[in-house]
């Protein structure tokens, strides 16, 4: 077990959509969190007590959460220093990375000098079978992106809280790092095997209830050149009931690469539903979600009914505006 509270680490993160990890920690996870630990040159903060190592110590904190989520998923050279002080002062340490912290010589020396423990949560401890494609009971939903990093977690997170305040039956189904170190669970899909990725999400949404809902963590997008395949393992080994299309209005290109625009939500919504009936025919798009964290208040509430206007389907900003349109629109699918 990851033991809390947690300071995060924001090292020199670069934007705030770096400290993705971070960020949604501080936002669906308040509690174990003490504060928040910026390097010189850190362009994020996510709304943590700015703290040094000691102070956060003396405040409780027993786990270093390394917070961002950088091109690669690799550990910086510039943080080395700063972790390992941290394992010296009795820190454990928690990272969602592709590079894990055991295969770090000095993070690995520094711990076994002291006990810390290294929690890699990136790192697939099952054996997940090939996908067989067999129909599963239960309902399921996924959001699919125009783009990576949108708020895919966010509105399955939201739309999960809703139907438990409903006394309906539901449960979020992380699939990455960040969802994995807020609930304690889930599949790390990225860093699966290929050929083992849509089984591996079979493996997570097994058999349940008829009127119980899983809410699939989404990743990547289908337009992306760099990660369109984890979005495509999830479509089929999810075999969603529903699709919940993901949007961030501000963007110019996809993230990280510059030449390639946004598809519009028309376009996501007409590849991403044949996509999902290979897999599961009766699957509908079900509503649309919106990050509108970059628009005030009234820009917000002025995009979200012009884009469900348009596009005829139930649309909001679920973090902010609350997911009972989403939730209205799943129980209306029965």
């Known amino acids: 077990?990851?033991?809390?509270?947690?300071?995060?680490?924001?090292?020199?993160?670069?934007?705030?959509?770096?400290?993705?990890?971070a960020q949604g920690i501080q936002d669906w996870r308040p509690e174990n969190v003490v504060g928040q630990l910026r390097m010189p040159g850190c362009k994020a903060d996510v709304g943590a007590p700015d703290m040094t190592l000691e102070e956060a110590w003396n405040a409780g904190a027993r786990t270093l959460v390394i917070g961002v989520a950088n091109r690669g998923g690799v550990i910086s050279e510039s943080w080395l220093d700063v972790l390992v002080e941290a394992i010296g002062m009795g820190y454990d340490l928690?990272?969602?990375?592709?590079?894990?912290?055991?295969?770090e010589p000095r993070l690995a020396e520094a711990a076994t000098g002291s006990g810390a423990a290294l929690h890699d949560?990136?790192?697939?401890?099952?054996?997940?079978?090939?996908?067989?494609?067999?129909?599963?009971?239960?309902?399921?939903?996924l959001a699919v992106g125009t783009d990576c990093s949108v708020g895919k977690m966010y509105t399955g997170l939201a739309m999960d809280a809703e139907m438990r305040n409903r006394g309906l039956k539901s449960t979020f189904r992380p699939t990455g790092q960040t969802g994995i170190l807020i609930?304690?669970?889930?599949?790390?899909?990225?860093?699966?095997?290929?050929?083992?990725?849509?089984?591996?999400v079979e493996?997570?949404?097994?058999?349940?209830?008829?009127?119980?809902?899983?809410?699939?963590?989404?990743?990547?997008?289908?337009?992306?050149?760099?990660f369109s395949g984890v979005t495509m393992a999830l479509i089929h080994g999810g075999q969603p009931d529903a699709l919940i299309l993901a949007h961030e209005p501000t963007r110019?290109?996809?993230?990280?690469?510059?030449?390639?625009?946004?598809?519009?939500?028309?376009?996501?919504?007409?590849?991403?539903?044949p996509l999902a009936r290979i897999a599961n025919p009766d699957c509908v798009v079900a509503g649309i979600s919106i990050n509108t964290k970059a628009l005030d208040d009234e820009a917000a509430a002025r995009l979200c009914a012009e884009v469900e206007d348009r596009?005829?389907?139930?649309t909001t900003d679920p973090y902010r505006h609350g997911a009972g349109k989403l939730v209205d629109a799943l129980e209306a699918i029965g």
């Open 1 to 21: 077990m990851i033991r809390t509270p947690y300071l995060l680490f924001l090292g020199d993160a670069h934007d705030q959509l770096a400290a993705k990890v």
């Open 311 to 314: 596009m005829g389907l139930p």
């Open 252 to 273: 110019t290109h996809l993230r990280g690469l510059p030449d390639h625009a946004l598809p519009s939500l028309e376009a996501l919504r007409d590849m991403a539903l």
């Open 183 to 200: 609930t304690g669970h889930g599949v790390p899909l990225d860093a699966v095997v290929a050929d083992f990725m849509s089984g591996a």
């Open 94 to 103: 928690a990272s969602g990375l592709h590079n894990l912290l055991r295969n």
């Open 121 to 141: 949560v990136r790192l697939p401890t099952v054996s997940y079978p090939i996908a067989s494609g067999a129909r599963r009971t239960g309902k399921r939903c």
């Open 203 to 226: 493996w997570l949404t097994p058999d349940n209830d008829p009127d119980h809902w899983d809410h699939i963590e989404g990743q990547g997008s289908l337009w992306h050149l760099s």
